[in-house]
């Protein structure tokens, strides 16, 4: 599914990476836990191509994405990575609905085509009843759920989530929290999920730990 070696990656004179390998499996959920500063975020960034490695190589379902150009690794990544972030991003004017659908749009599929589809994942999530709500019309745990749909919309074959529920109260993170393995038991979808969460991390079926740029 995903395997980086010898990742590499410094800003200015901080050396952040320093020589990461990972391998990951389909269906697999995996937390990567650590201090502020240890490197998790710079990782997931890297490992979900939004940012590059100084050194290293990193496969994803056999494709070397360094041998990629900037617009081919565009097109790869909206079609096989989601990302959820600690904030859910969504745009204000759009429905949940709408929000869904973006990815899909962004790949050309026939709207109806991608309205189907947001429909589907927003009534799995429990949303089917705030298809026409905008995110000021949601609660936190509700954005971050239309968030989530918009990760799947492409049946990305990894999703990389940073801090999902760091910004969410006690009740929300551990709907969130179940909702992630509820996705990976009933679809097989893989996560890297970096969090400070070690009820989320003892739950994962792998929690790997960072510490001054490294696996420990």
């Given at each position: 599914m995903i395997k980086a070696k010898n990742i590499h990656k410094s800003y200015g004179n901080v050396h952040?990476?320093?020589?990461?390998?990972?391998?990951?499996?389909?269906?697999?959920?995996?937390?990567?836990?650590?201090?502020?500063?240890?490197?998790?975020?710079?990782?997931?960034?890297?490992?979900?191509?939004?940012?590059?490695?100084?050194?290293?190589?990193?496969?994803?379902n056999n494709q070397n994405?360094?041998?990629?150009?900037?617009?081919?690794?565009?097109?790869?990544?909206?079609?096989?990575?989601g990302f959820i972030f600690q904030f859910h991003h969504l745009l204000p004017e759009f429905t949940a609905v709408e929000n869904v659908c973006i990815p899909a749009f962004i790949q050309k599929t026939k709207n109806n085509v991608a309205e189907k589809r947001a429909k589907e994942l927003l009534d799995y999530l429990g949303l089917s009843h705030r298809l026409t709500h905008k995110p000021n019309q949601l609660s936190g745990g509700e954005q971050?759920?239309?968030?989530?749909?918009?990760?799947?919309?492409n049946r990305p074959a990894i999703v990389f989530a940073d801090e999902p529920s760091g910004n969410l109260d006690s009740a929300s993170s551990k709907e969130l929290h179940q909702l992630l393995f509820d996705l990976k038991n009933d679809f097989q979808q893989t996560f890297i999920i970096v969090t400070h969460n070690e009820e989320l991390a003892g739950m994962s079926d792998r929690r790997l730990v960072m510490e001054d740029g490294t696996f420990i």
């Amino acid at each position: 599914m995903i395997k980086a070696k010898n990742i590499h990656k410094s800003y200015g004179n901080v050396h952040v990476l320093k020589g990461v390998d990972i391998a990951i499996s389909k269906g697999e959920l995996v937390s990567i836990v650590g201090k502020s500063g240890a490197g998790k975020s710079t990782l997931l960034h890297i490992l979900g191509t939004l940012d590059n490695a100084d050194k290293g190589e990193i496969l994803i379902n056999n494709q070397n994405i360094g041998q990629l150009s900037s617009k081919q690794l565009a097109h790869f990544r909206n079609k096989n990575i989601g990302f959820i972030f600690q904030f859910h991003h969504l745009l204000p004017e759009f429905t949940a609905v709408e929000n869904v659908c973006i990815p899909a749009f962004i790949q050309k599929t026939k709207n109806n085509v991608a309205e189907k589809r947001a429909k589907e994942l927003l009534d799995y999530l429990g949303l089917s009843h705030r298809l026409t709500h905008k995110p000021n019309q949601l609660s936190g745990g509700e954005q971050q759920r239309v968030a989530v749909a918009r990760a799947l919309m492409n049946r990305p074959a990894i999703v990389f989530a940073d801090e999902p529920s760091g910004n969410l109260d006690s009740a929300s993170s551990k709907e969130l929290h179940q909702l992630l393995f509820d996705l990976k038991n009933d679809f097989q979808q893989t996560f890297i999920i970096v969090t400070h969460n070690e009820e989320l991390a003892g739950m994962s079926d792998r929690r790997l730990v960072m510490e001054d740029g490294t696996f420990i």
